[in-house]
């Protein structure tokens, strides 16, 4: 009978034990550490960081295809301007770093009076009123377009133009351009 007594008392104990380590204790306040809180913000910052850099790259690249698509726009409507009149709108606006000034060439694409060859957006202009002729032609990126006719002759021929937009850099080789 001891036997029985001794195993069945080991199992008591061990019951004890169990329950004790098993059940919450009421004296313990339930919450968060602060470490668990610092780490949990620290990936919440990590991820927000991830997202923001993901936006800005989509948005450059989203700025560049607009710039590409204005580009050919008005590429094609300089073409009409030059079968109308016989030649390419005269003038030179080299400037690309500052907005510059391009008006002539809106003056010439979009005039108050005669064949419209370009519909100007609000966007691509210094003010809301896309049909001001004295305000010059920007890109996605608020840099004025660069034109020049006569072309370079080492870029695109002596009877052609350059049309280009700087694309948000100062390198020439990320230039958006249509030669």
């Known amino acids: 009978m001891d036997s029985v007594f001794h195993l069945s008392s080991i199992l008591a104990k061990s019951y004890d034990k169990n329950m004790r380590t098993t ?13 668990e809180l610092l780490v949990v913000i620290a990936v919440i910052g990590i991820l927000a960081g991830l997202v923001l850099q993901t936006a800005g790259y989509a948005q450059k690249k989203g700025a560049r295809s607009r710039a590409e698509a ?3 726009a008005l590429s094609a409507a300089l073409e009409n301007y030059k079968s109308d009149n016989g030649g390419y709108p005269d003038g030179t606006n080299t400037n690309t770093t500052d907005s510059g000034n391009n008006a002539f060439l809106r003056a010439k694409l979009a005039p108050k009076n005669g064949k419209i060859y370009f519909e100007f957006s609000k966007k691509m202009g210094t003010n809301s009123d896309a049909s001001e002729t004295n305000q010059s032609i920007l ?21 052609f133009f350059d049309l280009w937009s700087s694309g948000g850099s100062t390198s020439t080789n990320q230039w958006i351009k249509n030669w």
């Open 23 to 35: 059940t919450p204790r009421t004296s313990r306040l339930l919450g968060f550490t602060l470490i």
């Open 70 to 72: 204005e580009i050919a």
């Open 139 to 159: 890109d996605p990126f608020g840099k004025a377009y660069g034109y020049q006719y006569p072309g370079d002759t080492n870029r695109s021929g002596p009877n």
